[in-house]
């Protein structure tokens, strides 16, 4: 059995901050269907009907997943 993925990339998932886990996560959502073949505009409009919809209901507790300010 080949395993889903490597210690080290489960470690570095669980030490990004919830924003930038959040950035990976829905790259995989891009990333996947392009592997199949199946990244078409249906695709691109149900991804961003998932970002808007978190953007506008999903409760931020504390304010994980503001932007950082700049430096």
């Known amino acids: 059995m080949i395993p889903k993925s490597r210690a080290e990339d489960d470690i570095l ?8 886990a ?3 996560d ?3 959502l891009r990333r996947i269907p392009k592997e199949d ?3 078409n505009k249906e695709t691109r409009k149900k ?3 998932y970002i808007d ?3 506008k209901y999903k ?3 504390k304010g ?4 950082p300010p700049k430096q």
């Open 13 to 20: 998932y669980m030490s990004l901050s919830p924003r930038d």
């Open 22 to 24: 959040l950035a990976f």
């Open 26 to 28: 829905i790259n995989d």
């Open 37 to 39: 073949g199946l990244y």
């Open 47 to 49: 991804i961003k009907e």
């Open 53 to 55: 919809y978190y953007k």
């Open 59 to 61: 409760v931020d507790a």
């Open 64 to 67: 994980a997943f503001k932007k």
